[in-house]
């Protein structure tokens, strides 16, 4: 979990693709990232190896900040994936679909996954309690890294 990072997450799982061929990268986003972070579509289609997963969550509302709408119901972000590259593109409003995407045996680049969902949040859901230090080591001591 990347506290605030307000559609950074692309970005960062991009760059542990590229960094750690040898893992399985899986990015989840949500509409209101891929809306602020367009550009990152293009360069993972570009550069990003067959060992990235992003996963498009789209409710249609900035969830996270009250629940202000976006507008990616007037967006197509599947041929916006493969315009930019992606070489597999699932997208649907079925939980399946995530089962999908990670069956794909046979992909020349990244797999993009964009699922329609309902809008809403669990009433009194807690923010994040851990610090940014502490989500740095156990990204890395989940990879087996270290500085």
Request: aromatic share 6%.
């Amino acid at each position: 979990y990347m506290v605030g990072s307000m559609g950074c997450a692309s970005s960062f799982g991009l760059g542990l693709a590229l960094a750690r061929p040898d893992l399985k990268t899986i990015v989840i986003d949500g509409d209101g990232a891929g809306l602020m972070r367009m550009g990152n579509f293009s360069t993972i289609g570009t550069y990003a190896g067959n060992n990235l997963i992003h996963i498009l969550l789209d409710n249609e509302v900035h969830d996270s900040t009250g629940a202000q709408s976006t507008v990616s119901k007037n967006i197509d972000f599947s041929m916006i994936a493969k315009a930019c590259g992606y070489s597999t593109i699932f997208s649907g409003n079925k939980i399946e679909l995530i089962d999908e995407l990670f069956l794909t045996e046979k992909n020349e680049g990244p797999i993009f996954g964009h699922l329609k969902i309902c809008s809403g949040t669990i009433e009194n859901l807690p923010r994040p309690n851990i610090r940014p230090d502490q989500i740095l080591r156990r990204m890395m001591r989940h990879i087996n890294t270290s500085f």
